[in-house]
């Protein structure tokens, strides 16, 4: 079973930065998508970060500017960059990939924007 594990959540002032690592069980290669998520309290999860497209990762609108994806096929890790963090980043976020239909989701990492 592959597993994805999340890290680098945690407590953080507004206008500070996180790095999010997501490692991977298996080799990231193998997998045709590679994305990060987010769910805040009381919200629906949403879509921040593409990492496996043409032409590099895609963000939401919500994030653009502000958070970076990126890969290492050596550790089989990819990881999100964010910056200038808010409060309403304040969240859960997963890791998610696969090859649909077969998908498979990390337990999470809390972000938490506070002063």
């Known amino acids: 079973q592959v597993q994805l594990v999340e890290s680098g959540g945690g407590l953080v002032q507004p206008g500070g930065s996180l790095r999010l690592s997501c490692t991977a069980s298996?080799?990231?290669?193998?997998?045709?998508?590679m994305d990060w998520y987010r769910q805040a309290p009381g919200r629906e999860r949403e879509l921040v970060a593409q990492?496996?497209?043409?032409?590099?990762?895609n963000y939401a609108d919500s994030v653009q500017g502000r958070f970076t994806a990126s890969r290492d096929y050596v550790k089989n890790t990819v990881y999100l960059t964010i910056n200038n963090l808010e409060p309403e980043d304040t969240a859960v976020y997963y890791c998610?990939?696969?090859?649909?239909?077969?998908?498979?989701w990390g337990k999470g990492t809390l972000v938490t924007v506070s002063s």
């Open positions: 998610h990939a696969g090859h649909p239909p077969i998908e498979y």
């Open positions: 298996t080799t990231i290669s193998s997998f045709n998508l």
């Open positions: 990492i496996f497209t043409t032409g590099g990762p």
